[in-house]
T-cell receptor, first 115, second 112 residues
């Protein structure tokens, strides 16, 4: 158990809908990272937050957004969902005093199915 | 940007054999190379990592080697056990944000 929690574990929704995925980092970790894992694209970095502020952005679509709250939990919002958004979404956290850190610890993921 | 190639995509071994997974990277500025193990239905778990100022690192049955000149690094698992069966990912990252670029993964199957 990495100490990172994610809810829900599974999510099934229809095209065009909006969903919110939630992540709680390990106790004391200030950085949260979001990743998308699909069969055709592999594990892709989406976005990083550090202590409430966006720190780095990867291959994140404009339909997707994220935020980190004062209690350090993070939410990933996916809107106008398409079939191709079906994937596993992982959150990871790391201990850092500056927003840059080596080791990342992954949560169990949320499996999103868009029908 | 960084590109990480990982081989093989599937590796089947007998229990007790050794397993080797190889990765190459493209960005010579990359200086941190973690390896993750992902079991079915779980998130990736960091199992070992190596930094660019080190050529080899070992932790019990697993070891990682890094050749900066050739820009490749490898994961070695000795005395494999059925519980080693999983998908293994290599990654490369560099200072600043240390956001990793992942390889496509190797499915390791250890037959008892």
């Amino acid at each position: 158990d990495s100490g990172v929690t994610q809810t829900p574990k599974h999510l099934i929704t229809a095209t065009g809908q909006r969903v919110t995925l939630r992540c709680s980092p390990r106790s004391g970790d200030l950085s949260v990272y979001w990743y998308q894992q699909s069969l055709d694209q592999g594990l892709q970095f989406l976005i990083q937050y550090y202590n409430g502020e966006e720190r780095a952005k990867g291959n994140i679509l404009e339909r997707f957004s994220a935020q980190q709250f004062p209690d350090l939990h993070s939410e990933l919002n996916l809107s106008s969902l398409e079939l191709g958004d079906s994937a596993l979404y992982f959150c990871a956290s790391s201990t850092s005093t500056s927003g840059s850190s080596y080791e990342q610890y992954f949560g169990p993921g949320t499996r999103l199915t868009v029908t | 940007g960084e590109n990480v190639e990982q081989h093989p995509s599937t590796l089947s071994v007998q229990e007790g054999d050794s397993a080797v997974i190889k990765c190459t990277y493209s960005d010579s500025a990359s200086n941190y190379f973690p390896w993750y193990k992902q079991e079915l239905g779980k998130g990736p778990q960091l199992i070992i990592d190596i930094r660019s100022n080190v050529g080899e690192k070992k932790d019990q049955r697993i070891a990682v080697t890094l050749n900066k000149t050739a820009k490749h690094f490898s994961l070695h698992i000795t005395e494999t056990q059925p519980e080693d069966s999983a998908v293994y990912f290599c990654a490369a990252s560099k200072g600043g944000s240390y956001i990793p670029t992942f390889g496509r993964g190797t499915s390791l199957i250890v037959h008892p």
